[in-house]
């Protein structure tokens, strides 16, 4: 069955693999939060799309924000923000087309994966 994604995940996605394209590295989690919302604030958003299959955690340490990004405390804070994201194959064709199927395996040999 297809899965539709709301606005804010597609947003999420795709700077998600515009990180790994330019650098060829994961994204850190801190970089993901786009809009400081109360929604976003504590990074459930993120802990929500690794269980859809969306994201992957993937070990290592990210960089912190610096000092002059603007950042809320939120994402100063230990949690969801301070790990390190790769987009899944079920991600970029969620990032492509808006939706998913969260029955089906996707194939990951698609190039921009890390």
């Known amino acids: 069955m297809l899965t539709p994604i ?7 996605l795709r700077a998600a693999l515009r990180h790994v394209r330019r650098t060829r590295k994961p994204c850190p989690g801190w970089r993901l939060r786009l809009t400081p919302t109360r929604r976003n604030k504590s990074g459930q ?8 299959g969306l994201l992957e ?4 340490n990210p960089s912190p924000p610096p000092a002059d990004a603007e950042v809320t405390e939120a994402v100063r804070e230990p949690g969801p923000f301070h790990l390190l994201y790769a987009v899944t194959a079920r ?14 395996s996707y194939n990951s040999s698609e190039d921009g994966s890390v």
């Open 91 to 104: 991600g970029r064709h969620a990032a492509e087309y808006g939706e998913h199927d969260a029955n089906a």
């Open 6 to 12: 709301d606005h804010g995940t597609w947003q999420v």
């Open 45 to 52: 958003f993120l802990t929500d799309m690794v269980e859809a």
């Open 57 to 60: 955690v993937v070990p290592g």
